[in-house]
């Protein structure tokens, strides 16, 4: 099926079942331990053994020798694996650096061996004996180092954006901002780490691992191997959580297969959380300088936008400029990503990459820019909105309630009782603040399959190689599958992540929900006009609590597949309508936070997003998504921070103890706000994406938040309270 016009009314618009908020039809599996992850596959490989990772002790260089003579000797030892004997090797599509060195090494703990033992202890034990010597060579680990001579990347779409004549309109403006902002390198720092079990069946391999994007991970399996792709089969039906980390292959998973084909027999690896942090991808930090050149009535004439990040070679820099050129109007404009080349672990994408970390300077540039003007930071957002793409003026947005998210967020949180004055609100020894930012992220849509079985029992079994995270892709599916053939969700089955199942778009970048959910509508739409034709009803039949009903006859839905199973298998693509409309959500975030008047420690106190992203599918669901996602824009504001090691090229805090995120006791009770909207431009299920939303803009509106509390101004994250404690306002 293609979608190239906007959608109009369709069975899902019956909202019987899509749009309820709905328990997690996956949720009795992981309370009772029964759902089953990759490192817990012993069903499928009761007999494997385990392999234990050695990563590079050098950031940059080259590996001379591995002695492994000692280790092979060790107790329960049955293969080790090195570049020495694990074949040619190629580059997966997705990898910026290979997954096993040798003889180079790129980055550190970057994997260069793999043993292969009956136990985990044992394979632990004998990986202590490997002897690794390198020729070590210098690298560059310092952003701020390198900025000057990072360099437009020629493989990013649009590097640069000009509108109008930047430097002369900010020259002229009567108010001015020139501030510069920096974010931390951050790690996904998911609870399940990277794990999988691989084992062969002749020259087939099947790899039951984490991973966000089957045929993604298939593909660059296969690639990386050199086999066929039809050789390889993945399985991943639950994830430990993801947020862009397990978007491609890494490194257990290759090893996985390697070493079960050395051991001739199945084998389990999962990353221990040092290689978690150094040995796959991260969020990479930036340094960004933001201008802005205003009329006194606070119209902003002109923006300008400058990025700066790095990666290794081949790498992709941050999109931290994104948001900017699309969320305020403005008829001068600038924007541009420049990337340098570092030889620290592998940058990629974590939730919301670009809009997450660009938001954090771009809103409190924001909020700088209110507090020049003396004017309300809500008031300025609201008089700078735009209905149309600033950059192409001819191009709308299909929906944009940007306005009435902050209206919204503004009368809900009591924005009107907010003292403009900083450092004015005390409640004993503690200085209270309140915040606001914008949220925005691009609506992305990807093509989507599926197939959908009707049994003799009524049963419909939707089968996708779609991924569940934890967002609650069965559930939304099954309510779609039920919505469209006019059954309860206890008549539907949903089995997901496997790459013997047709391909879905996958969990990432927000498109997740929304595409996939169409890839089932479009499968569903063939599964009605098989059965109507089975049952010899008209093609625009009802189907309704498990009937189908036309021309005065009403059929019981089952009977369809009295004689045999009916399968129905489609996809859903795309024309043109993202780039006739431009495709957004919006929101926006506001913060109450209280600092310690004498220490400078920062505790949230109050938070709410207002959020317009389209249908909401499952508003229980999505609601999880946002406060997850607020969760984590805490942590980015307040603590997340992986720590370089700026000589020798490594993250310092590489483990859950150092690298701090929030717990309960930092979170306090969270409110979202869903606006009633649909997009038709969008897809048949008239949805987009909230998951990534819901951390954009979070960080700023912490931030803002404690610069009223105190009238100090950080634009260095984290937020900690190093940065605030000399500069707070005297107690009396």
Not at 81 to 99: D, F, P, Q, R, S
Not at 422 to 445: I, S, T
Request: glycine share 10%.
């Amino acid at each position: 099926m293609k979608f190239t016009t906007p959608a109009t009314t369709n069975p899902i618009d019956q909202l019987k079942v899509v749009g309820k908020p709905t328990d997690r039809i996956d949720g009795p599996y992981k309370t009772t331990g029964t759902a089953r992850y990759a490192y817990e596959r012993h069903d499928v490989a009761p007999n494997a053994a385990y392999g234990y990772v050695i990563g590079a002790a050098i950031a940059k260089g080259r590996i001379t020798s591995i002695d492994t003579a000692e280790a092979r000797r060790a107790p329960g030892v049955l293969a080790i694996v090195t570049h020495e004997n694990a074949g040619k090797l190629g580059k997966g599509k997705y990898n910026t650096a290979t997954l096993l060195a040798g003889p180079e090494v790129e980055h550190y703990h970057q994997a260069v061996a793999v043993v292969v033992a009956e136990t985990f202890e044992q394979a632990r034990a004998a990986a202590s004996l490997v002897r690794v010597r390198y020729a070590e060579t210098k690298g560059a680990y310092d952003l701020a180092k390198a900025k000057g001579s990072a360099k437009l990347p020629k493989k990013e779409d649009d590097p640069e954006t000009k509108a109008g004549n930047f430097q002369s309109a900010f020259d002229a403006a009567p108010v001015k901002l020139d501030a510069t902002y920096t974010t931390p390198d951050q790690s996904h720092a998911m609870m399940e780490p990277h794990a999988s079990v691989a084992a062969w069946d002749g020259d087939k391999l099947t790899v039951w691992t984490s991973n966000q994007m089957i045929d993604w991970g298939k593909g660059d399996m296969a690639k990386t191997l050199g086999i066929p792709k039809e050789n390889v089969r993945y399985v991943s039906p639950y994830i430990g959580g993801g947020f862009g980390g397990k978007l491609f292959v890494r490194a257990e998973a290759l090893l996985a297969a390697l070493g079960a084909k050395a051991a001739r027999r199945p084998v389990k690896v999962a990353l221990q959380r040092a290689l978690v942090i150094n040995n796959t991808t991260h969020r990479p930090a930036t340094i960004q300088r933001i201008r802005f050149g205003a009329t006194r009535e606070g119209r902003i004439t002109a923006i300008a936008h400058e990025s700066w990040s790095g990666d290794l070679p081949d790498g992709k820099p941050e999109t931290a400029v994104n948001q900017t050129r699309l969320l305020y109007a403005g008829a001068h404009r600038l924007t541009r990503m420049l990337l340098a080349t570092l030889d620290l672990p592998e940058g990629n994408a974590m939730r919301a990459p670009g809009e997450a970390p660009g938001l954090m300077a771009l809103e409190i540039a924001v909020d700088e820019l209110a507090e020049k003007l003396k004017m309300d930071p809500v008031t300025l957002r609201i008089v700078n909105d735009t209905t149309v793409d600033p950059e192409k003026r001819t191009r709308k947005f299909s929906q944009r309630r940007f306005v009435e998210c902050l209206r919204t967020g503004a009368e809900r949180f009591g924005w009107n009782r907010r003292n403009p004055l900083p450092g004015q609100v005390r409640d004993g020894r503690w200085l209270v603040g309140l915040g606001v930012a914008a949220a925005f992220r691009n609506n992305l849509v990807q093509k989507s399959a599926a197939r959908v079985r009707l049994g003799a029992d009524g049963v419909v079994t939707v089968e996708t190689d779609m991924t569940d995270i934890g967002t609650g892709s069965y559930t939304i599916i099954a309510q779609t599958a039920a919505e469209m053939m006019g059954v309860g969700l206890a008549k539907v089955v949903v089995k997901l992540g496997d790459s013997d199942f047709p391909v879905s778009a996958g969990s990432g970048g927000q498109w997740g929900g929304n595409s996939s959910t169409a890839g089932v509508y479009a499968a569903c739409v063939k599964l009605r006009e098989a059965v109507c034709k089975k049952l010899g009803l008209a093609a625009d039949a009802e189907f309704t609590d498990g009937t189908v009903r036309a021309g005065g006859k009403s059929v019981p839905l089952r009977d369809a597949a009295a004689s045999g199973e009916v399968v129905a298998e489609d996809k859903m693509e795309y024309g043109d309508l993202d780039k006739k409309f431009q495709q957004s959500t919006f929101g926006a975030h506001f913060v109450e936070v209280a600092v310690d008047a004498y220490t400078g420690e920062t505790r949230i106190r109050r938070m709410l997003a207002v959020c317009a992203a389209g249908r909401i599918l499952n508003p229980k669901s999505a609601r999880s998504q946002v406060i997850g996602a607020m969760t984590m824009g805490a942590g980015a504001a307040l603590m997340e921070d992986l720590v370089v090691d700026k000589r020798l090229g490594f993250f310092v805090n590489h483990d859950l103890a150092s690298y701090e995120v929030p717990v309960h006791a930092d979170i306090p009770h969270q409110e979202v706000i869903f606006l009633d909207e649909t997009d038709p431009m969008s897809s048949p299920m008239k949805a987009k994406g909230v998951g990534e939303l819901g951390i954009c803009g979070v960080a700023a509106a912490i931030a803002n938040a404690i610069h009223n509390a105190t009238g100090v101004r950080v634009r260095e994250y984290p937020i900690t309270l190093d940065k605030l404690i000399g500069k707070l306002p005297q107690v009396a």
